[in-house]
């Protein structure tokens, strides 16, 4: 579904995120990228939204080169994606539900579908009850669980996650990542960005490992979990 082919990602003469890196991601796949901060997962992330292009290489998802999209045919392309942000990016003016039907009415849903599919996606996510609330209102793991369900409530086939348990204690960590294991389980396929080496030797899913830019190592569960 996702390949990447020598990619790389300059910001000026003298500074690589990404440094020739390649790797393919099959349909359904859930796997993380980890290395150190600044090793280049989040900007995987973003070249795959398209929030940023290549310097050299090439990236398809489906297929199609995504770098030679048109900016007619980006919001049609992201729309096939959902992402989750480590700060949430919730519109504090809106409430829980509003957050995450906005996600649907943008895509042309009906207020009344949207709502509906919202209330749904909030009850998945185990707070159903916080559906009036306003983001400010909610702890730091209820807003990333708002925002997980606004990123899955439209079915993408993608869920990119970048840092999504960065600000929170284990038990509600490996919680959120139950909710993720059970989206792959319906079929989407979920990339996550994550330094958190022990929530991710609990998972038990590929790894691809980021060192300056480049991509040192990527393993399977059976193989011993990389140590920077």
Do not use: C, W
């Not at 991601?25 to 795959?48: C, D, N, Q, Y």
């Not at 369900?149 to 919680?175: C, H, K, M, Y």
């Not at 979920?190 to 991509?215: N, W, Y």
């Amino acid at each position: 579904m996702i390949n990447f082919n020598r990619v790389s990602k300059s910001y000026g003469k003298d500074s690589k995120a990404l440094r020739d890196v390649s790797f393919d991601v099959e349909a359904g796949e859930m796997l993380f990228l980890t290395g150190h901060s600044g090793a280049g997962k989040t900007t995987i992330l973003r070249l795959l939204m398209l929030m940023q292009g290549v310097s050299y290489g090439q990236i398809r998802v489906k297929g199609d080169n995504i770098s030679q999209l048109s900016k007619r045919k980006i919001p049609h392309y992201r729309r096939n994606i959902g992402m989750i942000f480590q700060d949430h990016r919730l519109l504090e003016n809106k409430t829980v539900l509003e957050n995450i039907a906005l996600s649907l009415q943008l895509r042309g849903y009906s207020d009344s579908i949207s709502f509906k599919k919202a209330r749904a996606a909030l009850t998945q996510v185990g707070i159903g009850e916080k559906a009036k609330f306003f983001p400010q209102e909610l702890s730091s793991g209820q807003q990333q669980r708002v925002g997980i369900a606004r990123a899955f409530v439209a079915q993408p086939e993608i869920i990119l996650a970048d840092e999504p348990t960065g600000n929170l204690d284990p038990d509600l960590s490996l919680e959120l990542m139950q909710i993720f294991e059970g989206l792959n389980k319906q079929g989407m396929t979920i990339i996550i960005a994550s330094h958190d080496l022990f929530l991710i030797k609990r998972l038990q899913k590929r790894v691809l490992v980021l060192e300056k830019g480049e991509l040192i190592d990527d393993f399977s569960p059976q193989k011993s979990l990389y140590t920077p």
